[in-house]
């Protein structure tokens, strides 16, 4: 316990560090305060904010798109995941068509998403849904794939039908994959939708942080960008929590809590 | 010899038949409802030639290519290098560990209107965008990946008096490399999105600048040819790393196979 404690004071006085160079490099004029205000500035600016609406509304409006973003993409992965399995051949068919489509980057289709939906949510949800789409679809297939072939035999000799062998027998082999692959999604989709927001104009986080900029605030730039940072490990945070707890039968978690 | 006769068919036809039959549906679907949005596959095919096989292959997509280049290998550079020292030494990860987990979810793309603003609008911002967000994947893997160096092979290599540079060589570097490609993997993405993005927003030319001047001009089939040309760029590229990571790691891959 006193080591863990040890650990957390060295990752306090990291922060500590982090912060007294951000303010003593601008006071001592290594960079010129134009690029880069004192830690302590950043730090008012961001309370005034964080006492304000206007950021509240913003982040709002970020989350709201990332969380519709990544419930479609999940469940609509999800969903072509166990039916690929489901279909025989369906695996080869489709391999290479997922291969190809996966590694195309998301923004390529930023000037489509302008053209369709403008700067408005739907923007955000295409690119939101087609990046962390494929995130999620990838681990259900591995997933699905790691189906001991043994216990399916016996599943269908007991003579289990689809729908229970989907239940008992699929559905927890594959749900540590679905779990990563919901975590990579959820950081996944956080960048997307602020990057939607910064490129294409949506209402958010990232549109604020472009108006900030283009006003010459800088100070209220670094803010944002330490809101946008704060929550990305908010983010992470709750999905790794929400892992744990969805997982605290399987031996990967199971080891992790004595420790 | 008869059974790999009637394999390859098989295998091409299952490699062809769903990209075919999707190419073919967007095809009927562009003639029977012809959208202004949706082109047809073929005046996309001809806008394609017509766009990019000319001068703009020069003058666009290599410098692109070279920016996103640099960026990467410095990215790389940097991240190995700092991940090693992180990793070899438990008080420094342990300090350094929250700033870098707050820098790694910050939104890298976000960083492009500060960078713009340190380092002007040219090829250093350009490049310094790539490395913003790049840089974090490889140095988060490297780091853990040192870190879990393995013990009895640490003791080996101390027993024979193994260390320096050598000891980097033969025994850091060689063990965290799978991790280490890991986070180069991640880094490719990431950097191919924020070579498009950085062009995006403040640019004259490149591959970004020019799919979004087309959709501006609402010149539909050439927007949607710098989309596809895009797509096959992401595809390839990760082809190329694919082939690295298999030499780098052949060792690796022949002991987990086995």
């Given at each position: 316990m006193t080591g863990r404690l040890r650990d957390i004071a060295y990752g306090i006085l990291g922060l500590g560090i982090l912060f007294a160079v951000a303010e003593a490099v601008p006071r001592l004029g290594l960079i010129s305060r134009d690029f880069l205000p004192p830690a302590d500035e950043i730090l008012h600016t961001l309370l005034r904010d964080l006492a304000g609406r206007e950021l509240w509304t913003a982040l709002g409006e970020t989350m709201r798109a990332w969380a519709i973003g990544l419930a479609i993409a999940f469940v609509l992965a999800l969903a072509l995941g166990v039916l690929i399995d489901a279909i025989p051949g369906a695996r080869a068919a489709t391999t290479s068509t997922v291969e190809f489509l996966r590694?195309?980057?998301?923004?390529?289709?930023i000037p489509l998403a302008t053209l369709l939906?403008?700067?408005?949510?739907g923007s955000s949800l295409l690119l939101i849904v087609y990046a962390s789409f494929w995130q999620v679809l990838i681990q259900v297939l591995y997933g699905v794939a790691d189906v001991d072939p043994v216990a399916r035999e016996t599943a269908r000799s007991y003579r289990l039908g689809r729908w229970t062998i989907l239940r008992r027998l699929v559905w927890p082999t594959a749900l540590p994959y679905v779990m990563t692959g919901l975590r990579l999604a959820a950081a996944v989709a956080f960048i997307l939708a602020v990057t939607a927001e910064l490129?294409?104009?949506?209402?958010?986080l990232g549109l604020q942080i472009q108006l900030a900029q283009s006003g010459g605030a800088v100070a209220e730039v670094y803010a944002l960008i330490a809101v946008a940072g704060l929550t990305g490990v908010a983010v992470n945070l709750a999905v790794r929590q929400l892992e744990r707890r969805l997982l605290a039968w399987h031996p990967s978690v199971r080891g992790e809590n004595p420790r | 010899m008869i059974r790999r006769m009637t394999g390859l068919p098989l295998r091409l036809v299952r490699l062809l038949a769903l990209p075919v039959a999707l190419v073919l549906g967007w095809w009927g679907y562009s003639v029977l409802s012809p959208s202004f949005y949706v082109p047809s596959p073929t005046r996309i095919a001809t806008a394609f030639a017509d766009v990019w096989f000319t001068r703009r292959i020069l003058d666009d997509v290599l410098p692109s290519l070279g920016r996103l280049l640099a960026g990467y290998a410095l990215a790389a550079l940097l991240g190995i290098a700092l991940g090693v020292a992180i990793g070899s030494y438990r008080r420094l990860r342990l300090t350094a560990e929250p700033v870098l987990e707050f820098f790694r979810a910050?939104?890298?793309?976000?960083?492009v209107p500060l960078i713009m603003l340190v380092a002007g609008l040219n090829d250093t911002m350009k490049v310094l965008v790539i490395v913003s967000g790049a840089i974090w994947p490889v140095l988060l893997n490297t780091v853990e990946g040192v870190r879990a160096l393995d013990e009895v092979l640490a003791d080996t290599a101390r027993a024979y008096g193994l260390r320096g540079p050598s000891r980097l060589w033969h025994l850091v570097l060689p063990a965290a490399s799978p991790q280490i490609m890991a986070g180069l993997r991640q880094a490719l993405s990431i950097g191919i999105i924020l070579m498009v993005i950085g062009e995006m927003f403040?640019?004259?030319?490149?591959l970004g600048y020019t799919v979004v001047l087309f959709q501006r001009g609402f010149q539909i089939p050439e927007m949607w040819s710098g989309i596809v040309l895009l797509g096959l760029l992401g595809f390839l590229l990760s082809l190329a790393f694919r082939a690295v990571e298999r030499r780098v790691l052949y060792w690796h891959q022949r002991e987990t196979h086995a």
């Open positions: 590694p195309i980057p998301s923004v390529a289709l939906y403008g700067a408005d949510l490129v294409i104009g949506s209402p958010g | 910050v939104p890298p793309p976000v960083l403040a640019s004259t030319s490149g």
